[in-house]
């Protein structure tokens, strides 16, 4: 399995192989993201991230594109980590992250998935948990991941489908964050995606009717609210680098 973002060597859940493995999770922990400037979201965080983060799409092309916070605006720097690794105070975690250091394996069918664990997160401390119990059932944080990347797979269905409904209407435009800091080059931050407002308010009482009933109208509104933000996380990085930045 490759790299996906902040998992750096995740491999399946093996139940004899991994039957003495211990893992450290990362409760309040979160040095491990770092260096992301991006979070993958599902449609079910759109209205906790939205009071923190701008809430944009990502992906090869439009039809892969699915919603992402932006933590940062710079490559490689997530503004919301902070020194000690513990994640800044009344700040939303998205779940991409809570569910850290475990991750599902999509088949090609998509109906299959399989558990994995980043091996990067083992640990043989006394105090780290263990995968499986004596009896070789799941350990209760095991079960737990499980039940919680079940839950967090739904939601990345239903995200998808509401996504194909934008790009459907061609509502998803690409955008460029540039920034502009005294005694630095300006500098631009892309590879995103934003909903058009003017095409979205275009669109026939049919379309809106039908993106209303499925949800994702709200959520179109929620994700062009939420872009306000970037102006917060300008003001963030301007206090940690006494810079400027803005959304052009």
């Known amino acids: 399995m490759k790299q996906v973002l902040v998992y750096e060597r995740p491999v399946p859940i ?15 922990e979160f040095s491990f993201a770092r260096q992301i400037n991006s979070v993958p979201l599902v449609g079910s965080e759109f209205a906790a991230a939205a009071r923190d983060f701008p ?15 932006l933590l940062g605006l710079t490559q490689d720097e997530n503004l919301f980590v902070e020194a000690d690794g513990r994640w800044a105070d ?32 083992i640990d043989d401390a006394d105090d780290a948990l263990p995968l499986f119990q004596a009896d070789g059932s799941e350990s209760p944080m095991l ?3 499980i039940e919680f990347l079940g839950e967090y797979q739904k939601d990345v269905q239903r995200t ?12 998803l435009v690409e955008k460029v964050i540039r920034l ?7 500098a631009t931050l892309s590879g995103f995606s934003i909903l058009d407002e003017t095409r979205l308010n275009a669109l ?3 379309s809106l009717q039908t993106l209303a009933k499925s949800g994702a109208l709200g959520l179109a509104y929620v994700h062009l609210m939420s872009l306000t933000n970037v102006q917060r996380l300008s003001a963030r990085m301007d206090r940690k680098h006494k810079g400027t930045g803005g959304l052009h």
């Open 204 to 206: 026939g009482a049919k």
């Open 160 to 171: 998808r489908a509401f996504m194909e409904q934008f790009a459907h209407h061609k509502l």
């Open 55 to 69: 809430i944009v799409f990502a992906g090869a092309s439009t039809a892969s594109m699915m919603p992402a916070a």
């Open 14 to 28: 093996h139940r004899s192989r991994h039957r003495n493995l211990r893992v450290r999770p990362s409760v309040g």
């Open 180 to 186: 502009e800091r005294p005694g630095n080059e300006p």
């Open 90 to 121: 009344e700040v939303y975690v998205p779940a991409f992250l809570r569910r850290y250091p475990f991750v599902v394996a999509e088949h090609a069918t998509g109906e299959d998935l399989t558990v994995c664990v980043d091996e990067a997160a």
């Open 143 to 145: 079960r737990h991941a």
